[in-house]
């Protein structure tokens, strides 16, 4: 995985990559797909939710250049595979997932891995988590038809939000905070699971 799916496709990134070989992706994975644990595609995790590729996760963790000073927030913490990576490069992670029993999962294998610098919400990422605003960085691991106002409010000045936007034809943005407006660059098509705005 990390030298075909992730030095192979172009991420440098040394950090992340560390954080890659550490963490055991099968255990993020659902029993009966364990075996494909390391292929370079996603898969479902139930409830209609998917664990992104391996390549994806990486290039959204690349392109947020995270340091140990920065409090990022996760909209859509799933499995919380994504969480655990952010949680290995950044200094506290803030991860909102709006399935309860996905969150209740991550919550159980992040606390048994030993996080320490991670905080999970059971809520609507759409609003984001007012309560711990400014972010240094953002990621969403869900799509939306846009960036959400709340999202943009939250992200501090000079901050990084990536997060695919669109329904059928989607792409991977990253966004930077410059006067109070995003600087959008597109980085690759994607194609996710829409975000959903009602807590469930």
Same mark, same amino acid.
Not at 165 to 194: A, W
């Given at each position: 995985?990390?030298?075909?799916?992730?030095?192979?496709?172009?991420?440098?990134?040394?950090?992340?990559?560390?954080?890659?070989?550490?963490?055991?992706? &099968?255990?993020?994975?659902?029993?009966?797909?364990?075996?494909?644990?390391? &292929?370079?595609?996603?898969?479902?995790?139930?409830?209609?939710?998917?664990?992104?590729?391996?390549?994806?996760? %990486?290039?959204?963790?690349?392109?947020?250049?995270?340091?140990?000073?920065?409090?990022?927030?996760?909209?859509?913490?799933?499995?919380?595979?994504?969480?655990?990576?952010?949680?290995?490069?950044?200094?506290?992670?803030?991860?909102? *997932?709006?399935?309860?029993?996905?969150?209740?999962?991550?919550?159980?294998?992040?606390?048994?891995?030993?996080?320490? #610098?991670?905080?999970?919400?059971?809520?609507?990422?759409?609003?984001?988590?007012?309560?711990? %605003?400014?972010?240094?960085?953002?990621?969403?691991? %869900?799509?939306?038809? &846009?960036?959400?106002?709340?999202?943009?409010?939250?992200?501090? *000045?000079?901050?990084?939000?990536?997060?695919?936007?669109?329904?059928?034809?989607?792409?991977?943005?990253?966004?930077?905070?410059?006067?109070?407006?995003?600087?959008?660059?597109?980085?690759?098509?994607?194609?996710?699971?829409?975000?959903?705005? #009602?807590?469930?």
């Amino acid at each position: 995985m990390i030298e075909r799916q992730l030095k192979g496709r172009g991420i440098k990134c040394l950090e992340v990559l560390t954080a890659f070989r550490k963490i055991p992706r &099968e255990q993020f994975i659902p029993p009966d797909l364990k075996m494909k644990a390391y &292929e370079d595609h996603p898969l479902s995790i139930g409830y209609n939710q998917t664990i992104s590729q391996p390549y994806i996760v %990486a290039l959204m963790t690349e392109r947020l250049e995270i340091t140990k000073k920065d409090r990022v927030l996760e909209i859509g913490t799933g499995s919380g595979y994504q969480t655990a990576i952010l949680a290995e490069l950044a200094g506290e992670v803030y991860s909102v *997932e709006i399935v309860e029993p996905l969150h209740g999962l991550a919550n159980e294998r992040l606390q048994r891995m030993g996080y320490k #610098n991670v905080h999970l919400k059971h809520g609507d990422g759409c609003s984001g988590w007012p309560e711990e %605003a400014p972010f240094d960085k953002m990621i969403a691991t %869900a799509a939306a038809k &846009e960036i959400p106002q709340a999202l943009m409010e939250q992200l501090k *000045e000079g901050g990084r939000i990536v997060i695919p936007v669109g329904e059928l034809d989607q792409d991977l943005v990253l966004g930077i905070k410059r006067k109070n407006t995003l600087e959008i660059k597109h980085l690759t098509p994607v194609r996710f699971v829409i975000m959903q705005s #009602n807590v469930s």
